[in-house]
């Protein structure tokens, strides 16, 4: 009898047989390709953000549940520019053009923490910046309101805002010192550039009970972090800690007898 060669295929148990040599193959493929692949940007600043939070925030007595989930997730990488996308979670100021910075890590904590803010809250910010600060606001409480003196930042934070849809942020170009009366009063108020006093316009938009924080002091060297509480239209004031920001500009500075 003349033997017929068997092919897979030509019965069932061949194509079964097929079937798993395939199945077999292509896991094997898929296996190598994401062994290969490296990891998204995004995963790396999500471990950059978490030892951020763990070891310069909460390691240096950052307590807020609320701040630490926050400063968790707020993408900070994507205000600032490119090539300093690397150390966006290294805990110092860094460069975001027109000789102003993007304050450090903790001290954007501190500040928000100091506020002890609510989700309802409606809050003023002074120095937009980058839109950094802003947009950890924007994730904590129901309305940020932020000026800017400097047109270029105020219109670049504007179109970032818009990209990572922070539809509770508006941005204003204009002096801070004089407040935004429009939209006051306000349950808080941040100021994130240094003044040796702080603006009367923005105490009377404060609310009775509100909080307000600013770096107190000399606008070259070196500041006092200074919390204040308005009470009975007057303003108690607390100091926190030693800070260096960049001076505000503007009005505050024509009453120094400074240029600008």
Known sequence: MRRIP??????????RLEMRFL??????????LVSFIPSRPSDIYEKKRKFMVEHDLGGR??????VLEVMARVPRHLFVDGYL???????????????????????????TEALRLKPGDRVLEIGTGS???????????REV?????????A??????????KYKNVKVK???????????????AIIITASANHIPPPLIKQLREGGRLIIPLGSTVYSQILTLARKKKGELELEQLTPVAFVPMAGEVQKRRGEKK
């Open 155 to 164: 219109e670049k934070a504007e179109k970032r805002f818009g990209e990572l």
């Open 173 to 187: 170009y204009g002096d801070g010192y004089f407040g935004w009366e429009e939209y006051a009063p306000f349950d």
């Open 61 to 66: 007595g950052i307590r807020d549940e609320k």
């Open 23 to 32: 199945v077999i193959s292509l896991l094997s493929v898929s296996f190598v």
């Open 85 to 111: 996308r690397d150390r966006a979670y290294e805990d110092y100021p860094l460069p975001i053009g027109e000789g102003q910075t993007i304050s450090q890590p903790y001290v954007v904590a501190l500040m």
């Open 6 to 15: 068997w092919k897979a295929g030509t019965t069932e148990y061949g194509r």
């Open 145 to 153: 309101y932020t000026i800017e003196i400097r047109k270029g930042l």
């Open 131 to 141: 839109g950094y600060q802003a947009a950890v606001l924007a994730e904590t409480v």
